[in-house]
């Protein structure tokens, strides 16, 4: 069913190259979910194409029709054609596709990728996605490499490219493309993009993700409950318009496609539990001896009564709203999945699922009806099932973010009343990802002064374990940004406290709706705002900084990007004045691009699946495109290389207009010439730490030397912060003067995933010091590997000189090594270590607690290390699916030993 490869573990005969200090140990899981991991290891990213032969077809077919009816019938068709799988012990069902782990294509976003026939792997002339684990970067066997990542059997390949095709001039992408040529500055537009100061297909790659799901509607009346809610509506505004002339006649259409789509994912599950039941009667009808053999190792469980307890479960979730804590986390598993593939969505979270889930999860123990250890072994096993999922998207996205589908859970924060919202299912949740460690679900915990000690420190204790998870993100910052952010739509302090985090950090809005289980009400929280993929991302500002020193020409390139400018300057602010024109005309050009881009994607390819898990587009009976979600101020502009950008800044203030110790032209010729080094990719190392000299070249020691010494962010130095403040100050007031197609204001996104990897490899040398083709400093608040010579607890005070509620999500990445926290004590001293932050006002920190020579034995034998797990930045990646330069950048992060 999937392309499998053997994938080993590290032996335990193995003798590492590098001597290094362990992790702490943490407690395994047990046999049913180890061995489900294990074939996790063992498989490859599979991509097949029932999902996109079946949308197509039923699209064709209806071609003429109501374009949102047409969609949720082409994704009706596609899901009721699934064909199902489950594994051998499963208690959890439903994938993306038939495969263990995969995914497919979706043509009708974005076709051009799939016809690529080289380069397939590379962005901007660089490698982005690596060649271990489970990726799939060249072809072998009978098995076809696909769009850098999946393994497709060649069999399947025409069918593929026949499929790919018949998209041409149709999909989002083709339609942006037509219409483009009507708009003013494409050219410009074009060499922005082709420079790699923003993606050139951002805007059509992923449509929907960084948000969060809202349950309430299918668990308090079940799928069917909903039909016939929905059926009372269309009938009752069928022919209306109730005085919206634009919009009225459309909720009719939306609610008739809701219970459209409704009904292929109800036959979606169907047909699994189906295929659990046969399978419950196959086991039965073994002989005896056979059937005593067929249990789980662990616990004795009979694979046919395991079988036949998931098809009830299935068959109850696919009509009727959930009784139980199993069938209420596998219907939110159902609509996960539904939601993901919806789109090439990227960060559609689970959100505050401790808090959603709880209610179902305190009756069955008060009940008896479920234990503490069988809950943790379904969550275990939703992890894997997480896992399994990929992204299928151009190089660009995938290479971007190492293919991690970023399903963020959130834990703590506080409740509508200001008590705390932590619960004993949230303590379940953080120990199913200690016994359980895989990349998905990552976690977040929401930080707040009044969360108990002792969940925190569970927190604490993950943390030890290398997972990277959880994060934390300040509750009371994000609270404050969502008030300013969406206030005018809306948002109230009180309502603040419903969010939580959507993909890899946005802090996504929230609402509060009431279940009635049992006669007992309970208070939810979930999504009410619009995805955060929107807007310009990610917008490379080092790269700006370079368009302004070289009069706006790129020699990467060799082309002329902006209109020159031509001028000579005399101080910082002439130069900072130029900078701000650039980018406020980068930013001008970007915004509306990327606004076309997604007006034709919510014309054609509207969001039907996720939109009824908004309530509001339920009561408006309008989808996302129409400004059916609550929250519509979600559009960002993303940035790369902040820390970088910012340290170069200080150099240029200092060592040219203020000490005037070089000239300008000076500085960009030792910039243009790399400081005498090989660039990354001369040197084929992409660490800072690793510098090779060309031979013979000492022209520009000084001056290098020189920038090196200059001040740098993280120590706690006026200079360079006060910088790092005023940046902060009017980067945002040019980002806002912008509007999106939701006539809303573009806000400013500070977090970071891969994109300082491809960016920074096509950026010459930058002022800081830093070198041609390395990437930039990781996450937005991290200081540059090296250059924080006075602990953490400096980078706290640099990183706080301005307020973290005027953005989205500043994150900070920080790496500890193991003896640096050991013990009960250290967890104590990370905890307090991270409590200072958010006390200071921080918003985001993040941990990789890891011996920088286990990186390096990882790297230099990855096949003896297929499970070891790294913090990137906003997510965790099994190392050998991370490419060279960001594995590069991850060792050369400063570690910290001692001094905490």
């Given at each position: 069913?999937?392309?499998?490869?053997?994938?080993?573990?590290?032996?335990?005969a193995?003798?590492p190259?590098?001597?290094?200090?362990p992790?702490?140990?943490?407690?395994?899981?047990g046999g049913?979910?180890?061995r489900?991991?294990?074939?996790?290891?063992?498989?490859?990213?599979?991509?097949?194409?029932?999902?996109?032969?079946?949308?197509?077809?039923?699209?064709?077919?209806?071609?003429?029709?109501?374009?949102?009816?047409?969609?949720?019938?082409?994704?009706?068709?596609?899901?009721?054609?699934l064909?199902?799988?489950?594994?051998?012990?499963?208690?959890?069902a439903?994938?993306?596709?038939?495969?263990?782990?995969?995914?497919f294509?979706?043509?009708?976003?974005?076709n051009?990728?799939?016809?690529?026939?080289?380069?397939?792997?590379?962005?901007?002339?660089?490698?982005?996605?690596?060649?271990?684990?489970?990726?799939?970067?060249?072809?072998?066997g009978?098995?076809?490499?696909?769009?850098?990542?999946f393994?497709?059997?060649?069999?399947?390949?025409?069918?593929?490219?026949?499929?790919?095709?018949?998209?041409?001039?149709?999909?989002?992408?083709a339609?942006?493309?037509?219409?483009?040529?009507?708009?003013?500055?494409?050219?410009?537009?074009d060499?922005?993009?082709?420079s790699?100061?923003?993606?050139?297909?951002?805007?059509?790659?992923?449509?929907?993700?960084?948000?969060?799901?809202?349950?309430?509607?299918p668990?308090?009346?079940?799928?069917?409950?909903?039909?016939?809610?929905?059926e009372?509506?269309?009938?009752?505004?069928?022919?209306?318009?109730?005085?919206d002339?634009?919009?009225?006649?459309?909720?009719?259409?939306?609610?008739?496609?809701?219970?459209?789509?409704?009904?292929?994912?109800?036959?979606?599950?169907?047909?699994?539990?189906?295929?659990?039941?046969?399978?419950?009667?196959?086991?039965?009808?073994l002989p005896?001896?056979i059937r005593?053999?067929?249990?789980?190792?662990?616990?004795?469980?009979?694979?046919?009564?395991?079988y036949s307890e998931?098809g009830?479960t299935?068959?109850k979730?696919?009509?009727?709203?959930?009784?139980?804590?199993?069938?209420?986390?596998?219907?939110?598993?159902?609509?996960?999945?539904?939601?993901?593939?919806?789109?090439?969505i990227?960060?559609?979270?689970?959100?505050?699922?401790?808090?959603?889930?709880?209610?179902?999860?305190?009756?069955?123990?008060?009940?008896?009806?479920?234990?503490?250890e069988e809950?943790?072994?379904?969550?275990?096993?939703?992890r894997?099932?997480?896992?399994?999922?990929d992204?299928?998207?151009?190089p660009?996205?995938?290479?971007?973010?190492a293919?991690?589908?970023?399903?963020?859970?959130?834990?703590?924060?506080?409740?509508?009343d200001?008590?705390?919202?932590v619960n004993?299912?949230?303590?379940l949740?953080?120990?199913?990802?200690?016994?359980?460690?895989?990349?998905?679900?990552?976690?977040?915990?929401?930080?707040?002064?009044?969360?108990?000690?002792d969940?925190?420190?569970?927190c604490?204790?993950?943390?030890?374990?290398g997972?990277g998870?959880?994060?934390?993100?300040?509750?009371?910052t994000?609270?404050k940004?969502?008030?300013?952010?969406?206030?005018h739509?809306?948002?109230?302090?009180?309502?603040?406290?419903?969010a939580?985090?959507?993909g890899?950090?946005?802090?996504?809005p929230?609402?509060?709706n009431?279940?009635?289980?049992?006669?007992?009400?309970?208070?939810?929280?979930?999504?009410?705002g619009?995805t955060?993929?929107?807007?310009?991302?990610p917008?490379?500002?080092?790269?700006?900084?370079?368009?302004?020193?070289f009069?706006?020409?790129?020699?990467?390139?060799?082309?002329?990007?902006?209109?020159?400018?031509n001028?000579?300057?005399?101080?910082?602010?002439?130069?900072?004045?130029?900078?701000?024109?650039?980018?406020?005309?980068?930013?001008?050009?970007l915004?509306r691009?990327?606004?076309?881009?997604?007006?034709?994607?919510?014309k054609?390819?509207?969001?039907?699946?996720?939109?009824?898990?908004?309530?509001d587009?339920?009561?408006?009976g309008?989808?996302?495109?129409?400004?059916?979600?609550?929250?519509?101020?979600?559009f960002?502009?993303?940035?790369?290389?902040?820390?970088?950008?910012?340290?170069?800044?200080?150099?240029?203030?200092?060592?040219?207009f203020e000490?005037?110790?070089?000239?300008?032209e000076?500085?960009?010729?030792?910039?243009?010439?790399?400081?005498g080094?090989?660039?990354?990719?001369?040197?084929?190392?992409?660490?800072?730490l690793?510098r090779?000299?060309?031979?013979?070249?000492d022209?520009?020691?000084?001056?290098?030397?020189?920038?090196l010494?200059?001040?740098?962010?993280?120590?706690?130095?006026?200079?360079v912060?006060?910088?790092?403040?005023?940046?902060?100050?009017?980067?945002?007031q040019?980002?806002t003067?912008?509007?999106?197609?939701?006539g809303?204001?573009?806000q400013?996104?500070?977090?970071?995933?891969?994109?300082?990897n491809?960016?920074?490899?096509?950026?010459?040398?930058?002022?800081?010091?830093r070198?041609?083709?390395?990437?930039?400093?990781?996450?937005?608040m991290?200081?540059?590997?090296?250059?924080?010579?006075?602990g953490?607890?400096?980078?706290?005070?640099?990183?706080?000189?301005?307020d973290?509620?005027n953005?989205?999500?500043?994150?900070?990445n920080?790496?500890?090594h193991?003896?640096?926290?050991?013990?009960?004590?250290?967890?104590?001293?990370?905890?307090a270590l991270?409590r200072?932050?958010?006390?200071?006002g921080g918003?985001?920190?993040?941990?990789?607690?890891v011996?920088?020579?286990?990186?390096?034995?990882?790297?230099?034998?990855?096949?003896?290390?297929?499970?070891?797990?790294?913090?990137?930045?906003?997510?965790?990646?099994y190392?050998?699916?991370?490419?060279?330069?960001?594995?590069?950048?991850?060792?050369?992060?400063?570690?910290?030993?001692?001094g905490?």
């Open positions: 069913m999937a392309v499998t490869a053997a994938k080993q573990i590290k032996s335990e193995y003798t190259e590098f001597d290094y200090t992790r702490e140990e943490k407690e395994g899981t049913n979910v180890k489900l991991l294990g074939l996790f290891y063992q498989s490859l990213s599979s991509a097949d194409n029932e999902f996109t032969y079946w949308y197509t077809r039923r699209w064709d077919e209806l071609d003429g029709s109501v374009p949102v009816i047409r969609r949720a019938e082409a994704l009706k068709s596609a899901f009721e054609h064909t199902p799988t489950i594994w051998p012990g499963e208690k959890l439903l994938q993306k596709s038939k495969n263990y782990r995969g995914s294509a979706m043509p009708w976003i974005q051009s990728f799939l016809l690529a026939r080289s380069n397939e792997n590379f962005s901007g002339g660089k490698r982005v996605i690596a060649t271990g684990g489970g990726n799939v970067t060249s072809d072998f009978e098995v076809k490499s696909v769009a850098g990542k393994g497709l059997r060649k069999e399947d390949f025409p069918a593929y490219r026949r499929l790919a095709q018949s998209w041409d001039g149709r999909s989002a992408e339609v942006s493309r037509q219409m483009e040529e009507f708009v003013p500055d494409k050219t410009l537009k060499l922005i993009q082709e790699k100061v923003s993606y050139d297909d951002a805007g059509f790659t992923i449509v929907q993700g960084r948000e969060t799901m809202n349950l309430y509607y668990f308090q009346y079940g799928l069917e409950g909903l039909v016939k809610l929905l009372e509506k269309r009938d009752a505004v069928a022919g209306r318009a109730d005085g002339g634009v919009l009225g006649m459309d909720r009719f259409y939306y609610d008739q496609a809701v219970i459209i789509a409704i009904r292929g994912i109800q036959a979606w599950i169907l047909n699994h539990a189906a295929l659990a039941e046969k399978l419950a009667a196959r086991e039965s009808a005896d001896e005593r053999r067929h249990v789980v190792e662990d616990s004795g469980e009979s694979y046919a009564d395991i998931l009830k299935l068959r979730i696919a009509f009727d709203r959930p009784s139980t804590f199993r069938e209420a986390l596998q219907l939110f598993h159902a609509l996960h999945i539904a939601a993901s593939n919806e789109d090439p990227c960060g559609v979270s689970p959100g505050r699922l401790g808090q959603i889930l709880y209610p179902w999860f305190e009756q069955d123990i008060e009940a008896g009806r479920i234990t503490e809950v943790i072994e379904l969550l275990e096993m939703q894997i099932k997480l896992t399994t999922m992204i299928f998207a151009s660009n996205t995938v290479g971007g973010n293919g991690n589908t970023y399903n963020n859970l959130t834990v703590g924060g506080l409740k509508r200001g008590s705390p919202a004993r299912l949230e303590y949740f953080v120990e199913a990802g200690i016994r359980c460690s895989t990349p998905q679900p990552t976690i977040t915990c929401l930080y707040d002064e009044k969360l108990p000690e969940f925190l420190l569970q604490a204790k993950c943390n030890k374990t997972t998870y959880p994060a934390w993100v300040n509750n009371q994000s609270r940004m969502l008030v300013k952010h969406f206030g739509e809306g948002m109230t302090e009180e309502e603040s406290a419903a939580a985090v959507g890899c950090l946005a802090i996504a929230g609402v509060y009431t279940i009635d289980l049992n006669g007992r009400k309970y208070e939810i929280p979930g999504g009410a619009l955060t993929m929107g807007g310009i991302r917008f490379a500002l080092p790269k700006m900084l370079e368009m302004t020193l009069n706006g020409y790129d020699h990467n390139l060799k082309k002329q990007i902006f209109p020159p400018h001028r000579v300057f005399h101080s910082y602010e002439e130069f900072l004045t130029q900078l701000k024109a650039y980018i406020d005309k980068a930013l001008d050009v915004t691009f990327n606004n076309l881009y997604f007006d034709i994607t919510r054609n390819n509207m969001s039907v699946i996720n939109s009824f898990m908004k309530p587009c339920l009561k408006t309008h989808h996302n495109g129409q400004k059916g979600y609550r929250y519509n101020t979600t960002l502009a993303i940035t790369s290389g902040t820390i970088t950008f910012v340290n170069s800044l200080a150099q240029i203030k200092k060592l040219v000490e005037g110790k070089y000239s300008l000076q500085l960009t010729d030792a910039l243009l010439h790399n400081f080094y090989d660039t990354a990719e001369e040197s084929g190392s992409f660490s800072v690793d090779r000299k060309k031979d013979g070249s022209q520009y020691d000084d001056i290098y030397a020189d920038c010494r200059a001040p740098k962010f993280g120590n706690a130095d006026p200079y912060d006060a910088i790092l403040a005023d940046y902060e100050d009017w980067f945002p040019i980002v003067s912008k509007e999106t197609l939701y809303e204001k573009l400013v996104g500070q977090f970071v995933t891969g994109h300082h491809a960016q920074g490899g096509v950026t010459l040398a930058t002022p800081d010091g070198l041609a083709g390395t990437t930039y400093t990781d996450a937005s991290s200081a540059y590997p090296g250059t924080d010579k006075n953490p607890y400096a980078i706290f005070r640099s990183a706080t000189v301005w973290h509620s953005t989205q999500s500043s994150m900070l920080l790496k500890l193991p003896t640096a926290i050991s013990g009960d004590a250290g967890t104590k001293k990370l905890l991270t200072a932050y958010m006390r200071l918003h985001h920190i993040q941990y990789n607690i011996d920088s020579n286990n990186l390096r034995d990882a790297q230099r034998h990855p096949e003896n290390y297929r499970d070891l797990l790294v913090r990137v930045s906003g997510f965790t990646h190392w050998c699916e991370l490419s060279k330069p960001i594995q590069d950048e991850v060792i050369s992060r400063t570690e910290y030993e001692c905490l």
